[in-house]
């Protein structure tokens, strides 16, 4: 069942991409600060997500409110060595699936455009992948939709 959804590629390397995991302390001030490069990484993505959305705001003005599904796709560059390997591959290193998502979420929410809150994502999926051609631009895939995935989908 799914209804009303779209998507959106989003031309950032992910590869470039600081997740909000990677924050400083400073002990003496008794502080957690966001790093610089994560501040860089979350205007990238909002600069992007901007670009490819478009002034588009239909999904949020439309006056209804229920669960989002959201699929993330995220897709490398192939590296110099062990190309033909981990063509079309899964990449299975760091940085970690979810703490990449969190950061889409939160850029997501900020920006205003689908929802007001990140809890209205009831369902999530999300993948690291190596590109399948060289010529293959690495980006992010982001897939929305209001009520496109049912629980008889899930669990």
């Not at 895939?141 to 008889?152: L, P």
């Amino acid at each position: 069942m799914r209804t009303d959804v779209e998507e959106f590629f989003l031309d950032v390397d992910p590869a470039m991409l600081r997740t909000a995991q990677q924050k400083g302390v400073n002990f003496a001030a008794r502080r957690v600060f966001t790093k610089p490069e994560v501040e860089r990484s979350r205007r990238l993505l909002m600069a992007a997500l901007l670009r490819a959305v478009g002034q588009r705001r239909h999904f949020r003005c439309c006056g209804e409110w229920g669960a989002w599904g959201v699929s993330v796709c995220y897709r490398y560059g192939l590296p110099k060595r062990g190309r033909e390997a981990l063509r079309g591959r899964y990449k299975v290193t760091r940085p970690d699936c979810d703490n990449l998502t969190k950061m889409v979420l939160d850029v997501i929410t900020e920006s205003g455009l689908f929802w007001g809150d990140d809890a209205e994502v009831a369902f999530l999926a999300q993948a690291k992948v190596y590109a399948q051609l060289v010529s293959d631009r690495p980006g992010i895939r982001i897939g929305f939709g209001r009520e496109a995935w049912g629980a008889d989908d899930g669990c």
